[in-house]
T-cell receptor, first 112, second 114 residues
Framework: DQQVKQNSPSLSVQEGRISILNCDYT??????FLWYKKYPAEGPTFLISISSIKDKNEDGRFTVFLNKSAKHLSLHIVPSQPGDSAVYFC???????????FGTGTRLTVIP | DAGITQSPRHKVTETGTPVTLRCHQT?????MYWYRQDPGHGLRLIHY???????DKGEVSDGYSVSRSKTEDFLLTLESATSSQTSVYFC?????????????FGQGTRLTVV
């Protein structure tokens, strides 16, 4: 059973607008969350992370929000650029167990 | 690059044959992971290792075994390949135990079982 879920398989956004990618998880032991970006024929690359002791983390155009009570996190990209077009994976870890579980991914297309 | 190499990059094999995929790192990371990526399933954890000879199962470990005899190498073995194991396999290295770092991924191995 998938412990990390991304319910939107795809998202299209106009260049310059905000992209919001969502992720839900079921395991209350998860305490560290990450977002990865993946281009075709390449391995995923790390984008941004957040610890469960925080509810927000920013890095340039990327912001991750965490709502622990809802077991929900989101990635905001502002402003969106055509180079952001990729598949985005949400990941979660129970750092005590050192596992790292991923969601199914959301394909973001930024339209010029 | 994070110093992680997967080999082979592509492989076609027949049903019932054994297959071993290799992940090699030069970063001396304690943790190594094997994932498979499939349409509609994203990345699913097969096995991971938290040290030499220390391994544990992930979400989809059936049909796979792993070995870690050296810090730098993590091998994934399909004892008897099946068509359902056709996938893209990714190795990752890293230590998320402190909750302040990330896992780095290799380029992937595309395996086709015919």
């Amino acid at each position: 059973d998938q412990q990390v879920k991304q319910n939107s398989p795809s998202l299209s956004v106009q260049e310059g607008r905000i992209s919001i990618l969502n992720c839900d998880y079921t395991n209350s032991m998860f305490d560290y969350f990450l977002w990865y970006k993946k281009y075709p024929a390449e391995g995923p690359t790390f984008l941004i992370s957040i610890s469960s002791i925080k509810d927000k983390n920013e890095d340039g155009r990327f912001t991750v929000f965490l709502n622990k009570s809802a077991k929900h996190l989101s990635l905001h990209i502002v402003p969106s650029q055509p180079g952001d077009s990729a598949v985005y994976f949400c990941a979660a870890s129970d750092t005590g167990a050192n596992n790292l579980f991923f969601g199914t991914g959301t394909r973001l297309t930024v339209i010029p | 690059d994070a110093g992680i190499t997967q080999s082979p990059r592509h492989k076609v094999t027949e049903t019932g044959t054994p297959v071993t995929l290799r992940c090699h790192q030069t970063e001396n990371h304690r943790y190594m992971y094997w994932y498979r990526q499939d349409p509609g399933h994203g990345l699913r954890l097969i096995h991971y290792s938290y040290g030499v000879k220390d391994t544990d199962k992930g979400e989809v470990s059936d049909g796979y075994s792993v070995s870690r005899s050296k810090t730098e190498d993590f091998l994934l073995t399909l004892e008897s390949a099946t068509s359902s194991q056709t996938s893209v396999y990714f190795c990752a290295i890293g230590d998320v135990s402190g909750g302040n770092t990330e896992a780095f991924f290799g380029q992937g191995t595309r395996l086709t079982v015919v």
